[in-house]
C-alpha cells in the first residue's frame, strides 16, 4: 500500500510568485485535503476535493486554489505570494470524507522571502 | 465552521504519570474525533479516535473519552514513557476535519 507523497519537500519562493505544490493521495483514497501549519501551530484547513471538486473551504483568500485528479492526485496552487504563506504545507487523504481518519504526506515546506 | 480548542498548550509530566489533553469543539453535527501526535519534523500520525456513538475508547496506554452533550473530549496517556514526548492534536471532523491548536507534551525521565 503507497502512502501519501508530495512534492517537492522544500521551496524558496520570492513574494508575488506563485507556487504548485503536488500530492499523490494513498491507494484506494478518494478524499484528499490540504493544510497549512505554521511553525509551533496547528494544522489549518485550506480546503478538501472529493471525486475532483472542491467541497469544503476554510478561511483562506482566493488566491488559494486547487485541483483533484481523476487518478485522486491533486494539487494546491498559491498566487501572489506573500511573506506569511511560509509554512508547512500538509497534503492528507482519507478513504471517506469527515468520517476516517486522515492519512499525512511529509509536507511542503514553503519560505517565501 | 467548526471550531476546535485545546488545552493546555503545554504540558510537562513525570515519567510514569498520566497526561490529560482537553477539547471543545462547536459543531454540535461533528461526529468523528481524531487524536494525532506528531513528533518533530515529522507528519501527524492518529493514535486513536472516537465517533460520536461511543462514549469512551481505551486502546493500551491510551484512552479518550467524549461527552456530546458538552461538547468536549479527552485525550488520556497513563504510565507515560519518554518517547510519548511530541505534539498531540486533537480534530473534529463532520464533512472535514479541523484540527486543534496542539498540546507540546513533555516526558521527564
Known amino acids: 500500500e503507497t502512502g501519501v507523497t508530495q512534492s517537492p519537500t522544500h521551496l524558496i519562493k520570492t513574494r508575488g510568485q506563485q507556487v504548485t505544490l503536488r500530492c499523490s493521495s494513498q491507494?484506494?483514497?478518494?478524499?484528499v485535503s490540504w493544510y497549512q501549519q505554521a511553525l509551533g501551530q496547528g494544522p489549518q484547513f485550506i480546503f478538501q476535493?472529493?471525486?475532483?471538486?472542491?467541497?469544503g473551504r476554510g478561511n483562506f483568500p482566493p488566491r488559494f486554489s486547487g485541483l483533484q485528479f481523476p487518478n485522486y492526485s491533486s494539487e494546491l496552487n498559491v498566487n501572489a505570494l506573500e511573506l506569511d504563506d511560509s509554512a508547512l504545507y500538509l497534503c492528507a487523504s482519507s478513504a471517506e470524507q469527515g468520517r476516517s481518519p486522515l492519512h499525512f504526506g511529509n509536507g511542503t515546506r514553503l519560505t517565501v522571502t | 465552521g467548526e471550531n476546535v480548542e485545546q488545552h493546555p498548550s503545554t504540558l510537562s509530566v513525570q515519567e510514569g504519570d498520566s497526561a490529560v489533553i482537553k477539547c471543545t469543539y462547536s459543531d454540535s453535527a461533528s461526529n468523528y474525533f481524531p487524536w494525532y501526535k506528531q513528533e518533530l519534523g515529522k507528519r501527524p500520525q492518529l493514535i486513536i479516535d472516537?465517533?460520536?456513538?461511543?462514549g469512551e475508547k481505551k486502546d493500551q496506554r491510551i484512552a479518550v473519552t467524549l461527552n456530546k452533550t458538552a461538547k468536549h473530549f479527552s485525550l488520556h496517556i497513563t504510565e507515560t514513557q519518554p518517547e510519548d514526548s511530541a505534539v498531540y492534536f486533537c480534530a473534529a471532523s463532520r464533512s472535514d476535519m479541523r484540527f486543534g491548536a496542539g498540546t507540546r507534551l513533555t516526558v521527564k525521565p
Open positions: 476535493y472529493y471525486r475532483e471538486e472542491e467541497n
Open positions: 472516537i465517533r460520536s456513538n461511543v
Open positions: 491507494s484506494g483514497h478518494n478524499t
